[in-house]
């Protein structure tokens, strides 16, 4: 199997990260984009594309390694992702009464070890008003990719290694297609388990693996593709309903960013351009795992009530500031650095035990004391 196309730095993918990203925040920050959330289809779609790439690569060349793979996956998600979990189970003892307080500790659990699509599947729909005030409610699409990618390079290695790379494209295009199938026959018989589920999103994320496989669109068709699969993003931002979905419309943003990576070029207008956003698709990671647990917070503050006007955009400011810098010290220092394996492993491990066991002990407390600073407009919904 050989790979048609090396994988370099593309800008226009990071360009593609800021879209998605600023999609989901305007969606819950008050933007009139009802669609906004679908931001998050076009981050398991590039997500797929990406992380196969690089495996497909290390399989052709015979360098494919799990324990390499899992390395660089902790390295990449758990330094911002703890620090994360770990402000926000603080700032939960500051402004959280003991119910609402034990359940984001177990939900901060749940979410450690990549599974709080399933405890929020258990709780809420993703819509649900109730929904709006739980600070890790946006971690479900972490765990999705986790679960997926502990099944993917396995099963990518059985599809790729000793076949020709148009069979192999041929296998997971029959994968996406029948995926998508079932994710149509799951959202009608159970449309919240579809939502949270990674067996009925792993379409999207193989969806962009196809990619990795086929040949890059020639120069006449890519420029245009590059701009359809834009007006498609942007489509779907703008009029996807949220009773709808996941269903046949999660194909529209789906497709959309397949037409923007498939050409595989920055020399397109539409790649240029969105390289002009690629330093916000830098901070995408981090911006989504700040983004959310700001303004619920805020909210909680003010007593459940809706920011106006100028706070989302004074919250938005503050939560791409806290970004930067999260991207720039606390996700950076341990990709750059050759740390030895073991070691990045054993902090990894120890880490989310440190936050499990605070969490259980939360949880096994209670919620602890209510604190006499806390709001009483802040105990009447769950978390």
């Known amino acids: 199997m050989e790979l048609s196309h090396k994988l370099g730095y593309r800008s226009d993918i990071d360009g ?8 989901v925040l305007g969606f819950h920050y008050g933007a009139p984009i009802r669609g906004g959330f679908t931001g998050v289809d076009v981050f398991f779609v590039i997500s797929g594309y990406l992380i196969t790439h690089v495996l497909a690569a290390e399989i052709a060349t015979g360098k494919f390694s799990i324990l390499t793979f899992y390395d660089r996956r902790m390295r990449r998600i758990l330094p911002a992702l703890l620090t994360m979990l770990a402000a926000v189970l603080l700032a939960g003892k500051l402004l959280l009464g003991p119910g609402d307080y034990q359940a984001l500790a177990n939900s901060t659990a749940a979410a450690a070890f990549g599974v709080s699509n399933i405890f929020f599947q258990n709780h809420t729909g993703y819509f649900d008003q109730v929904a709006d005030l739980m600070p890790l409610l946006h971690t479900w699409s972490l765990a999705v990719e986790e679960q997926f990618y502990l099944v993917w390079p396995p099963l990518l290695y059985l599809l790729a290694a000793r076949r020709k790379r148009l069979d192999v494209a041929a296998l ?9 199938g079932c994710s149509l026959i799951w959202f009608s018989a159970d449309p919240t388990s579809a939502f949270y589920s990674a067996a009925p999103r792993a379409w999207e994320l193989a969806l962009g693996a196809f990619l990795v496989f086929i040949p890059a669109l020639p120069r006449p068709l890519a420029g245009p593709a590059g701009w359809l699969g834009l007006a498609i993003v942007a489509a779907g931002f703008l009029s996807i309903d949220s009773a709808a979905f996941p269903g046949l419309c999660a194909a529209i943003p789906c497709a959309g960013a397949a037409l923007v990576i498939w050409p595989k070029t920055e020399h397109t207008a539409a790649a240029k351009a969105l390289g002009y956003l690629a330093p916000i698709g830098l901070v995408s990671y981090s911006l989504y795992l700040w983004h959310w647990p700001v303004l619920v ?23 791409l500031a806290i970004a930067t810098f999260s991207w720039r010290f606390i996700e950076q220092p341990p990709r750059k650095k050759r740390w030895p394996t073991a070691k990045v492993g054993w902090a990894g491990l120890a880490g989310l035990l440190l936050i499990f066991s605070a969490s259980m002990y939360v949880d096994s407390a209670d919620g602890l004391a209510a604190q006499p600073w806390v709001r009483s407009g802040a105990q009447r919904r769950s978390c």
């Not at 593609?16 to 999609?23: C, H, N």
Request: proline fraction near 2%; charged fraction near 10%; glycine fraction near 4%.
């Open 297 to 319: 917070f805020y909210r909680i503050y003010i007593n459940s009530g809706t920011p106006q006007a100028h706070e989302a955009i004074a919250l938005a400011a503050a939560s």
């Open 172 to 180: 997971i295009a029959a994968i996406t297609i029948l995926g998508f």
């Open 16 to 23: 593609l990260r800021a879209v998605a990203v600023l999609s």
